[in-house]
């Protein structure tokens, strides 16, 4: 009988440091030390937003540094031209202000690759048929301060695009 008690002991002990040690991993996950907004942080993957595209403002990071804004890939999200090891894409940058202020969009040619997944011609032109656009659903958007390392996050929902009549 004492042989048993010990032995549950030991396996309580053990669960025990493995529970702390996985709450202590989540625990001190980075905290973010900047702000970040995307404007809209709702939209369908429709042809406006080549036109009207996604922007980003973000305050706190470092007087003029340059700030660069990625979309997390998503577990079990695939990206044409993408390692499936990647955890990010980049979708804009910017200088921020002597305030450590900076104001972004997206450029035509990181929402063709990234939220449409576009094929090219070799002239460099989109190819819409071969289109794989992202799922609907919450991407995490993260800005970092290149000198600084200070970041900020939000998340952009992507919607599925208006029924065609």
């Known amino acids: ?17 493995l529970a702390f040690g996985m709450w ?27 036109k009207k595209p996604v922007m980003f403002k973000g305050s706190g990071y470092a007087p003029n540094e340059m700030v660069i804004v990625d ?7 695939k990206i044409k031209s993408v390692s499936e090891d990647e955890e990010s894409v980049g979708v804009a940058f910017a200088n921020a202000d002597e ?25 460099i032109k989109p190819v819409f ?13 993260r800005a ?4 600084s390392d200070k970041f900020g996050l939000a998340t952009l929902t992507l919607v599925p695009p208006p029924k065609k009549e």
């Open 24 to 50: 202590g991993c989540a625990a001190f996950q980075p905290k973010p030390t900047a702000q970040l907004e995307v404007i809209p942080n709702e939209t369908a993957l429709t042809p406006a937003l080549l």
């Open 144 to 147: 970092t301060g290149a000198e």
């Open 71 to 77: 979309l997390m890939i998503p577990k079990g999200v």
């Open 1 to 17: 009988m004492k042989g048993y008690r010990r032995h549950n002991w030991v396996i309580f002990f053990i669960l025990g440091l």
């Open 99 to 123: 305030n450590g202020n900076f104001q972004a969009k997206m450029g035509a040619t990181a929402t063709l690759n990234w939220f449409f997944q576009v094929g090219w011609t070799p002239n």
């Open 129 to 141: 048929k071969e289109a794989t656009p992202l799922p609907p659903g919450e991407y995490e958007i």
